[in-house]
């Protein structure tokens, strides 16, 4: 008898799941249902689904596909179609398949939408017996003859809205005739990118009244070129990976889904700084004199977590709404207030002209609109509003200089503000605590063994300080040990009670005093972007110093391209090229982008290393600061560094951040090699491989340069870039070196890159090499 309420659960689980898998289907037939409300269609793979989705907490729905399974913080992305119909009242909208073609529906109304079929503007199509439609493994929903699957009447990668999936094509597709564009759309404005079918840009991006910029496609990611009169981009994603492209105003990215963060990250991002483009850091941004991007006063982030990954296109917030109520346009009855933003490099974009004679009307004339958010007045030019948005805040170094003021809430509007937040927290504090209690309270009822070793974890700043028992513990006696530099020793480790494992650098000799310690590391803990090794605390028990990063499961790059014992081949040279790149956004981060200047001073293949999907992380960066003195004598003792060393290492002049270009140009040329630099050749006429390689640039026969295990599989035009970025970077002369910037706009094929000078240095040893060639050499 007991057995037999368990074989009921049974029974009605199995229920339940057939029930599941019959309505979880991928097909609209004509004459059927279709689906209405939140019911979905699910891909047979199960990887994406369509239905009529709300983007955050907008209260319109539209007809979209997006990525099934995917964490809520993620940011999962919405592939629309169907021109953005608007769906007030998601029960009543349906979305139905009428002989060959879609329509959405809302409370019994005729057709919203509806999908077009191939013929509609060159004649009629050959008939169609049946049509259905389906929703495809790649994210295509596409409407099909029943009796030949392979004839498409419409599809959704024609109507790809701001967001691309992998295999959709951009520009005029010659087998169905659409010249598919991406178009990004707000309540205020409207971008489309396109290709650019004059050839003389790779794409184009502009609003219905002007071009925003132009740019070019990465080789890697343009699959096809039409010989026709316009150009045809199409890009695949690398296997095991989930990306898509995305168009915001402004700027173009090509997002990679990271298992490591939990977060989409950007593979590829036009413009890549915020001086080469005007929407570079979003709505209320501000770009910075050193080229990173803040919030002006009154703003912070909208998206934190994906500033910290360098990607600040979704601007800033409000932190206290302005004091307007409703939609009407009335005001409170304090009214709100203004912020000074001055040293302005030219005024912001998009302005309005108004009337206003004085900067006391010009004020009053943005007061009386809700949707004003900033004014600006000048003698010569009058008054100018800005609405809804504020875009392209650039601080200029020098001057000329403008001004504009930035509407905020008032004061006691804030206030009031202010007290219902206090109430709000004492609120979630009181019941935070509480549970809290009982939490605690369980966790020592289940775990009451004396689980008190990490008793004494503190937090400063954004670090923890880990007390040395714990890590001790999480390393087993520091006896996993995976590498020693002139630094200290790197050991594995995994957290007490969870699966987080971690890495742990014990540094040699350190005198630092503890207080000393603490505040450097804590400016290294700030320091956060996609292509640096995070840290995540330190410890300090006497001498000993330890610090704590994130586990990177690929290990460092020397191991992937230069250990006999691995399959270098195992690193394609796609993969190679977005780690060059990722190398160098990293670069470009700590040299300009951080609020003092990072140099690295020891850019090697040891301290680059790859999560595990690949994602390139600069390891080891702020030693210098770290260490202080006895950094350089810890330089000298690490293997192979001073084969990374620039010129000025070894004359005694100032370091400074072109140092680390010198040595990024040495990396690369390891990356395209596969070899060391310091390896002596076993053939040809110029032994030392920076020089070999100088001259077979210069001589056009790059491809002798290539890793030979790559069997020749690479892109010419990225391998002869690569090498041309790499000699540019070995220059004797800091000044002929470019900027890691400018390496970034190299490597993605924003800037044009010259045949560099072959170094002099490099010349010098000419006279010495022996002049004898083999038959190896090309």
């Not at 004649?123 to 003859?145: K, M, Q």
């Not at 917030?317 to 304090?334: A, F, I, N, Q």
């Not at 009031?416 to 549970?435: D, E, N, Q, S, Y």
């Not at 040699?508 to 005093?513: A, E, I, V």
């Amino acid at each position: 008898m007991r057995a037999l309420p368990t074989f009921l659960f049974l029974l009605l689980l199995a229920g339940t799941f057939l029930a599941v898998s019959a309505f979880a289907r991928d097909t609209i037939l004509p004459g059927e249902e279709g689906i209405s409300g939140n019911q979905t269609l699910v891909s047979k793979n199960g990887v994406f689904e369509l239905g009529f989705f709300s983007p955050g907490a907008d209260i319109y729905h539209f007809l979209g596909v997006r990525l099934t399974n995917m964490p809520a913080s993620a940011g999962t992305p919405t592939f629309w179609f169907g021109d953005r119909v608007y769906i007030s009242d998601l029960p009543s909208a349906a979305l139905v398949l009428f002989s060959d073609r879609l329509c959405i529906t809302e409370a019994g109304t005729s057709c919203l939408w509806s999908s077009s079929v191939a013929g509609d503007d060159d004649g009629p199509a050959p008939p169609v017996s049946a049509a259905a439609a389906v929703l495809l493994g790649n994210g295509n929903f596409v409407v099909r003859d029943q009796a030949n699957s392979s004839r498409v009447l419409w599809q959704s990668f024609d109507c790809p809205g701001d967001t691309l999936l992998p295999g959709t094509r951009l520009g005029l597709d010659v087998a169905t005739g659409a010249n598919v564009s991406m178009t990004y759309t707000t309540s205020w404005n409207r971008a489309t990118l396109r290709v650019d079918r004059s050839r003389r840009n790779g794409f184009v991006l502009a609003t219905d009244e002007l071009e925003l910029l132009h740019g070019a496609f990465p080789d890697w990611m343009v699959s096809s070129r039409d010989n026709g009169s316009s150009l045809v981009m199409s890009y695949h994603q690398s296997p095991g990976t989930v990306e898509y492209m995305r168009l915001h105003l402004g700027q173009v990215s090509l997002r990679s889904w990271s298992n490591s963060t939990g977060l989409w990250v950007s593979r590829w991002t036009f413009p890549s700084d915020c001086r080469s483009g005007a929407f570079f850091c979003g709505s209320f941004g501000a770009c910075m004199s050193a080229g990173r991007c803040g919030c002006v006063d009154g703003f912070e982030p909208s998206k934190p977590d994906e500033w910290q990954l360098g990607y600040f296109v979704s601007g800033c917030s409000r932190s206290l709404p302005l004091s307007c109520v409703g939609t009407s346009g009335s005001l409170m009855e304090h009214g709100d207030s203004f912020f000074l933003l001055d040293k302005l490099r030219g005024l912001p974009y998009s302005s309005q002209n108004d009337t206003a004679e004085s900067d006391a009307d010009c004020r009053e004339a943005c007061l009386s609109k809700c949707y004003c958010v900033a004014y600006a007045y000048e003698y010569e030019s009058g008054c100018r509003l800005w609405y809804n948005h504020l875009y392209n805040v650039s601080f200029a170094s020098r001057p000329p200089y403008s001004k504009v003021y930035v509407r905020l809430g008032s004061d006691e509007f804030r206030a009031k503000k202010g007290m219902k937040r206090i109430g709000v927290v004492f609120m979630v504090v009181g019941l935070t605590a509480t549970a809290c209690v009982i939490l605690i309270l369980a966790f020592l009822w289940r775990y009451r063994g004396g689980l008190f070793t990490c008793r004494n974890l503190q937090v400063e700043g954004s670090l923890a300080v880990y007390p040395y028992a714990l890590v001790k513990r999480a390393t087993r006696n520091f006896s996993d040990k995976l590498g020693e530099g002139g630094f200290g020793c790197v050991f594995r480790g995994t957290m007490p009670g969870s699966t987080v494992v971690i890495a742990v650098k014990r540094l040699k000799g350190l005198g630092h005093q503890d207080k000393q310690f603490r505040a450097e590391v804590q400016t290294l803990g700030v320091i956060q972007h996609t292509n640096l090794v995070r840290l995540l605390g330190f410890c300090v028990k006497g001498d000993t110093r330890l610090l704590v990063y994130e586990y990177m499961a690929n290990g460092s790059l020397d191991s992937h391209i230069f250990s006999k014992n691995s399959d270098s081949g195992s690193l394609s040279w796609d993969l190679r090229y977005r780690i060059a790149l990722g190398i160098a956004k990293g670069l470009a981060y700590l040299h300009e982008e951080c609020e003092d200047c990072i140099i690295h001073c020891d850019v090697k293949p040891e301290n680059i290393l790859l999560d595990e999907d690949f994602c390139v992380k600069i390891a080891d960066f702020g030693m210098a600061k770290l260490l202080g003195r006895e950094f350089n004598s810890a330089l000298t003792t690490i293997r192979g560094t001073m084969g990374y060393l620039a010129p000025e290492w070894l004359s005694g002049q100032p370091i400074t951040k072109k140092a680390d270009v010198y040595s990024f140009g040495i990396v690369l040329l390891e990356m395209i090699s596969g070899r060391r630099s310091t390896q002596r050749l076993k053939f040809g006429s110029h032994r030392y491989f920076p020089l070999y390689a100088a001259a077979q640039l210069n001589e056009g026969n790059v491809m002798c340069l290539l890793d030979r295990s790559l069997d020749g599989n690479g892109s010419v035009r990225e391998l002869e870039v690569t090498c041309r970025v790499a000699c540019w970077c070995i220059q004797d002369e800091e000044n002929e070196r470019p900027s890691m910037a400018q390496v970034v706009r190299m490597l993605e094929g924003v800037l044009n890159t010259e045949i560099p000078p072959v170094p002099s240095s490099l010349k010098n040893l000419i006279e010495g090499e022996d002049s004898g060639t083999s038959s190896e050499e090309c």
